[in-house]
């Protein structure tokens, strides 16, 4: 997929999406920023700045807003920083030779910025939002409203899929893969609990570290540029989905983002040895340890349930919850039923067969599979009995030996199968299109009576 705004390509440089070259570049700069500064050298100092200059440049082409944000709040605690915890000092300007070459700089930029045509995009942020910001705040709260029915997460990479197919009115053309937040599309997946000691952890490392950072210690400069990498990335993070552990190593881009996850998490683990050689002066930080936690996991569960109920859209009729990985039920809450939705997989319109059938049948309960695996609604199938087999196109056929034997088969818009291997009488209605698009309603009508085939 290439990403484009106003007719030019925003590189990625390697990424797929170029919010996650902006992320990872971002990172890297306040590791060049701590070289620079503590170098005394000018065949360091200027080389470093010149590859800075590079990188700046590189973050306009990617247009990311995300990426400039993390950037600015990146680079202002990374100067507060070494002003309040180092420097301690009044402010001074260089020598003129190094400010002319700054000025220089400076204004190179902000002249590539001008010419790429990014400055543009920024200013338009600010006077008309367009929807790849709105819409993030739609799918964010979408997210709420997914903890609040399947609390125990969906299972890795799944959260985009269930929210485009369940979560967005049939109209929308729109698909998400993830939740365009990592900590928010970490959650929906791995469920309240795991996200919240996760979170945790990493909120304890980093809280120690900045905690350290008012203490007489060695080699602060490093600390600042761990806390500076982690603030980029955590900023990053939150405006799209840059750290996924849900990806394959098949591909260069999902090499490229777990790279990016591990160095975000290295920063975490650089910090550790900061916090074990002063512990004297983090013990006073770690002894209200348990009330601490108390705390904190209370204020996030009032703040996820709060929000859940605030942000997320409010339930109509139809209560969806996790069955097991990949296995989802639309609970109608006036229906004693529950239906198996069997999907065609080799079509790409999943979310308008799940309409659809729903439209056909608006008072019926659903167990949707959403990843095609038999074995799982096996299992499924024994606490919650099943009504009526519905199939959507003929890929499931093969199935119907696993549920038939107690249940009356549904078949919707069915193409023409290679064998049928049901008698007559376990078939009891065959949703058949109009428009006849696979030539199917022929065959159909010489199986089954009139009373037993529908056109919608």
Request: glycine residues 6%; contains cysteine; hydrophobic residues 45%.
């Amino acid at each position: 997929m290439e990403f484009t705004y106003n007719g030019m390509v925003r590189y990625g440089f390697g990424f797929d999406n170029p919010n996650h070259a902006a992320a990872l570049i971002t990172m890297l700069l306040p590791i060049l920023w701590t070289i620079r500064l503590e170098s005394n050298k000018p065949f360091i100092k200027y080389p470093v700045l010149l590859l800075e200059c590079t990188l700046y440049a590189a973050l306009f082409y990617t247009y990311s807003r995300a990426g400039l944000l993390a950037l600015a709040v990146s680079a202002l605690f990374f100067a507060s920083s070494r002003h309040l915890f180092i420097q301690k000092q009044r402010f001074s300007l260089p020598k003129r030779k190094t400010c002319y070459i700054y000025g220089v700089s400076l204004l190179g930029l902000i002249g590539i910025m001008i010419y790429s045509g990014f400055a543009t995009r920024i200013i338009k942020s600010f006077v008309a939002p367009d929807k790849a910001m709105t819409n993030r705040f739609d799918v964010w709260s979408g997210g709420l409203h997914m903890l609040r029915n399947m609390p125990q997460g969906t299972g890795t990479g799944l959260s985009g899929k269930i929210y485009t197919l369940f979560y967005l009115p049939p109209e929308s053309y729109l698909a998400y893969r993830t939740m365009v937040n990592s900590f928010v599309t970490y959650a929906v997946e791995q469920g309240i609990v795991v996200s919240l000691i996760t979170f945790f952890i990493l909120a304890a490392i980093s809280g120690a570290g900045l905690w350290l950072l008012n203490k007489d210690i060695k080699h602060k400069n490093i600390l600042i540029c761990a806390m500076a990498v982690i603030v980029s990335g955590a900023i990053s993070a939150m405006l799209s989905t840059c750290f996924d552990i849900s990806l394959s190593f098949d591909t260069l881009n999902n090499n490229l983002q777990y790279l990016l996850l591990i160095m975000w998490l290295s920063c975490f683990a650089a910090l550790l040895p900061y916090i074990s050689k002063n512990r004297k002066q983090v013990n006073s930080l770690i002894k209200p340890f348990p009330m601490g936690f108390a705390s904190f996991t209370g204020a996030v569960l009032i703040l996820t349930i709060s929000g859940c109920y605030v942000f997320s859209p409010s339930l109509k009729t139809a209560q969806i919850s996790l069955l097991d990985k990949g296995i989802i039920k639309v609970e109608e809450r006036k229906s004693p039923s529950c239906n198996l939705m069997l999907l065609d997989f080799n079509r790409d319109n999943q979310k308008e067969q799940i309409y659809s059938i729903r439209k056909q049948f608006p008072d019926s309960s659903f167990i949707v599979d959403i990843q095609n695996t038999t074995e799982d609604f096996k299992r499924v199938q024994k606490g919650h009995p099943i009504t009526k087999i519905i199939i959507y196109g003929s890929a499931n056929y093969s199935k119907l030996k696993t549920f038939i034997t107690c249940n009356k088969a549904i078949l919707f818009n069915p193409p023409i199968p290679a064998k049928i291997n049901i008698s007559e009488d376990q078939i009891s209605k065959v949703y058949l299109s109009r428009y006849d698009e696979r030539g199917s309603n022929f065959l159909w009508e010489q199986i089954l009576p009139k009373s037993g085939i529908l056109y919608f």
